[in-house]
């Protein structure tokens, strides 16, 4: 469905104007030449699978040129991040009971998945990289020549004490 169309006529502009400027407004987002948080970056690089190989890819980030190799890896692990939160977002059960773990209401919760699904890689910030990102991802590496990612997922398995519960 064309949203521009009603929103065009609401806004009262040009028929051409809100599309163009979206179109602007994206091709801007793509060619950020932003880096993400350094923390991030930090965060990733020790979920990386192996460390020496971690070492020598965080100098190729540190790099002037390392820009867009840091944004295909820390892009890619927030795909991944946001495709768990989008399962989790259709689990309302599920989000009660984050939700009274974490001592905030099932709202609260709900605006906190849905703001993280919003995040960038620029924008992606230290906490949501604790709260997201390294729960659900194992490890990660790369193939520098080809940006080809191989990420080891998280178990779904219950902690010990929910398999204690689970047993009774």
């Not at 923390?39 to 020790?46: G, S, T, V, Y």
């Not at 620029?122 to 020549?145: M, N």
Request: with cysteine; net charge positive; proline share 5%.
């Amino acid at each position: 469905m064309d949203v521009y169309a009603p929103m065009t006529k609401f806004l009262k502009l040009h028929r051409n104007d809100l599309p163009t400027c979206a179109k602007a407004e994206r091709d801007g987002e793509t060619k950020s030449k932003r880096r993400p948080h350094p923390e991030i970056r930090d965060q990733f690089l020790a979920l990386h699978l192996d460390q020496a190989r971690a070492r020598l890819l965080a100098r190729r980030l540190a790099r002037k040129d390392g820009v867009m190799l840091e944004r295909v890896v820390v892009g890619r692990l927030l795909e991944v991040a946001q495709g768990f939160v989008r399962r989790q977002l259709d689990d309302d059960v599920g989000i009660r009971i984050a939700a009274s773990r974490d001592g905030c209401t099932y709202l609260e919760m709900r605006m906190k998945l849905m703001e993280f699904l919003d995040a960038t890689p620029e924008g992606l910030t230290p906490e949501d990289g604790e709260e997201f990102v390294r729960p659900r991802i194992a490890g990660w590496d790369i193939d520098l020549d080809t940006h080809a990612m191989r990420i080891v997922l998280r178990s779904q398995d219950p902690a010990p004490r929910q398999v204690r519960a689970l047993s009774i």
